[in-house]
């Protein structure tokens, strides 16, 4: 069990870094909506955080960062455009990630709570495809 405890704080660790750099890098991509670049970066780092949430058992983590994974692979190929709702909703996202990483360290297990609207949201952001006319 010790073991376990250790990898758990590793992927703690890992996931409050991710966490951190996705605050800094959404806030750069507000600023710079086109940064492909940086688009692909937060792309990768929630792909990492919902492969090792998956990896823990940690369903609401891996649920909500797939939903954020999901929306930001349609703006890397340029499927939806992002904008001001999508940016505030992916900082939302970007919260409670905290808030359930947080509770993962305190608790040992992951927090309850519904985050059902929101990953519904962040899909349904998905739909709003981008007019070529």
Do not use: C, Y
């Amino acid at each position: 069990m010790e073991n376990h405890d250790e990898i758990l704080a590793e992927f703690i660790l890992e996931a409050r870094e991710i966490i951190d750099r996705l605050d800094v890098d959404f806030v750069r991509l507000e600023e710079n909506p086109n940064d492909q670049a940086l688009v692909g970066t937060i792309f990768r780092g929630l792909h990492t955080l919902k492969g090792s949430s998956s990896f823990f058992s940690l369903k609401r983590l891996e649920k909500l960062s797939h939903a954020g994974e999901s929306l930001l692979g349609k703006i890397r190929g340029g499927e939806v455009e992002l904008d001001f709702s999508k940016s505030t909703q992916l900082l939302e996202m970007n919260d409670i990630l905290r808030q359930i990483i947080e509770g993962v360290e305190l608790n040992r297990v992951e927090p309850a709570g519904d985050d059902q609207k929101l990953i519904e949201s962040l899909l349904g952001l998905m739909q709003n495809e981008r007019n070529t006319d």
